[in-house]
């Protein structure tokens, strides 16, 4: 299980992965910026896959994401550059800030990154904005109900039904290298929505759930492989993921 495969790309070689590559780059949205372009695929499901060109066209990288429903205001700080892929990026975000352009207002500081990183136009920092949140799985534990739930807590510290913890902001286990910032997360929420969704191009089913959490909903996408049996809505999940990201436009 992997990004991919969350969102109906199941590869497992380097050739399926190229094979996908080219099959997708043929139905793909070309939008070309400074640094290259990007080959968008946008599948029926909501999948997407987010091929990156340098300027001479040739293949430097690919991002999945989901279009989901999930909406939250958060306050952005800074950019996060990837040095080793221009075209690849993402943003320093506070959850839900109750204040105006105050970041420390928010609930808790994190780090997602976005497939159109170099589309839209510098941001002047800190910025109110409402995003849409993905969450790609890699690892779910669910749970029937809080009661179930605070039962399978056996350890110190215990989590909130609803809690967040930014695992990519976590210090390097390398004291004199700086950590570079991840856009992974840990959550726990409840489900609210839940559905099965086929790749059109795949045939293959994924998951896709609306889960509130703490600072807001978060689309979650998971291989189906992840569920002996189907979730359901109002379900406790935990989940540690891989967070994508694109900005909708400024909060009000």
């Not at 306050?75 to 105050?102: H, I, M």
């Not at 800190?126 to 056996?154: K, M, S």
Request: charge should be negative; aromatic fraction near 12%.
């Amino acid at each position: 299980m992997s990004n991919f495969s969350d969102i109906g790309f199941d590869i497992n070689t380097e050739e399926e992965f190229q094979d996908l590559l080219e099959k997708t780059y043929h139905e793909s949205t070309l939008i070309r910026v400074q640094e290259g372009a990007y080959a968008v695929y946008a599948d029926e499901s909501g999948a997407e896959l987010w091929i990156q060109l340098n300027n001479q066209q040739e293949c430097i990288g690919a991002n999945p994401h989901y279009k989901g429903k999930s909406r939250r205001k958060v306050c952005l700080t800074a950019t996060v550059e990837r040095p080793e892929n221009p075209l690849d990026g993402g943003f320093y975000a506070w959850a839900a800030p109750s204040e105006k352009q105050n970041p420390q207002s928010g609930l808790y500081p994190f780090v997602f990154d976005v497939p159109d990183f170099r589309i839209p136009e510098p941001f002047s920092f800190p910025a109110d904005v409402e995003i849409q949140l993905t969450a790609f799985a890699q690892d779910v534990q669910r749970y029937e109900n809080e009661a179930a739930f605070d039962a399978a807590q056996t350890k110190e510290p215990k989590f909130s039904v609803q809690s967040f913890i930014p695992s990519g902001l976590f210090s390097s286990s390398e004291e004199d290298k700086p950590a570079t910032p991840e856009a992974f997360g840990f959550f726990t929420g409840v489900i609210k929505q839940v559905e099965a969704r086929q790749n059109t191009l795949t045939q293959q089913i994924f998951y896709v759930l609306l889960v509130d959490t703490l600072g807001g909903e978060i689309d979650v996408v998971a291989d189906a492989g992840f569920f002996e049996k189907a979730p359901v809505v109002n379900e406790i999940i935990q989940v540690e993921c891989w967070l994508s990201g694109q900005v909708i436009n400024p909060a009000s």
